[in-house]
């Protein structure tokens, strides 16, 4: 799904702005689904905006510029609803962690370690936020709390397999002690 479509489908919740979009991605309910950049989101906005798929009206902020909020209008909604129906592509992966695991032979151990502990802080950090937006009022609805529920099973296999078997990168190919031991 570009990301055109899918501020399209964020819009279908409610009015929001680039910010807030943004934000839906970094900490909210798609945060570990898509990945979109400002840079990508604004200039995904003003197309949509061209095309007539959202409106935008001004908002006044004191001391600040004023913010640009965006709607979907009938013929967006539509389009979007006709984009989901038309099917999905299978899922991309693309992983800098496992790439590196890939080539965790040519690291130094202590490397590799302090990529694993990195890599499990952030499944962390992104669980507690998976957490925090599945008790948000806001998402209660059974399909948000299914997709929060896909990512957190997702976390939650990772994590665990990072700890149970996080012994068995090494860079001389031997198998390594479990963190924590001598």
């Known amino acids: 799904m570009d990301i055109k479509t899918v501020c399209l489908g964020l819009l279908t919740f409610g009015e929001a702005t680039g910010y807030e979009i943004k934000k839906l991605f970094e900490d909210g309910t798609f945060n570990g689904v898509f990945d979109a950049s400002f ?24 001391g600040r510029p004023d913010k640009k909020v965006y709607a979907i209008t009938p013929r967006g909604r539509a389009h979007f609803i006709a984009s989901l129906t038309a099917g999905i592509q299978p899922d991309r992966v693309r992983s800098e962690f496992s790439m590196a695991m890939i080539f965790a032979h040519l690291l130094p151990d202590a490397t590799v370690q302090t990529y694993i502990d990195q890599h499990l802080a952030e499944h962390r950090d ?22 929060i529920g ?20 090494s ?11 001598d």
């Open 39 to 62: 840079g990508s989101i604004y200039p995904a906005l003003t197309r949509l905006a061209e095309e007539d798929l959202v409106v935008s009206r001004e908002e006044e902020q004191h």
């Open 150 to 169: 896909l990512g957190r099973a997702r976390l939650l296999a990772s994590i665990a397999f990072m700890e149970h078997h996080r012994n068995m990168i």
């Open 171 to 181: 860079p001389d190919g031997a198998a390594l002690a479990p963190a924590g031991r």
């Open 126 to 147: 992104a669980l507690a936020r998976l957490e925090a937006t599945s008790a948000d009022p806001g998402s209660q609805m059974a399909n948000l709390q299914f997709a």
